[in-house]
């Protein structure tokens, strides 16, 4: 079982950055492709950036590419979204999920295990 904690959302104005967050606990989270997903008011939930196990692998979601970066450090048992050049409509709940295979993954399926998100708003 991997349990996972974010960190690192707040209240930002437009153009500034954040770095979000995610320590993960149990045996298998440096096994997982880890991703972000992230959900509006009223919307699903949807994806954002995802790296595979090693850190080597990643993709991004259209609306952030050139934005953000994901990344992980297993030693920490951590991966960590950074964003860059907030727009108001990135605002959101943010989550960070464990994969069922190596592999990253844009589809919501493919997560096993899911934190309690933390909440990201960007002022105009």
């Known amino acids: 079982q991997v349990q996972l904690v974010e960190s690192g959302g707040g209240l930002v104005q437009a153009g500034d950055s954040l770095r979000l967050s995610c320590a993960a606990s149990?045996?298998?989270?440096?096994?997982?492709?880890m991703g972000w997903f992230r959900q509006f008011p009223g919307k699903e939930r949807e994806f954002v950036a995802a790296?595979?196990?090693?850190?080597?692998?990643?993709q991004y979601a259209d609306a952030v590419k050139g934005r953000f970066t994901v990344s992980r450090d297993n030693t920490k048992k951590t991966v960590y979204l950074e964003m860059n050049s907030l727009k108001p409509e990135d605002s959101g709940v943010y989550f960070c999920?464990?994969?069922?295979?190596?592999?990253?993954?844009?589809?919501?399926?493919?997560?096993?295990?899911w934190g309690q998100g933390t909440q990201v708003t960007v002022s105009s």
């Open positions: 149990g045996r298998t989270f440096s096994n997982r492709g």
């Open positions: 999920a464990a994969g069922s295979s190596h592999y990253s993954s844009s589809n919501y399926g493919d997560y096993d295990y």
């Open positions: 790296v595979n196990w090693g850190g080597g692998a990643s």
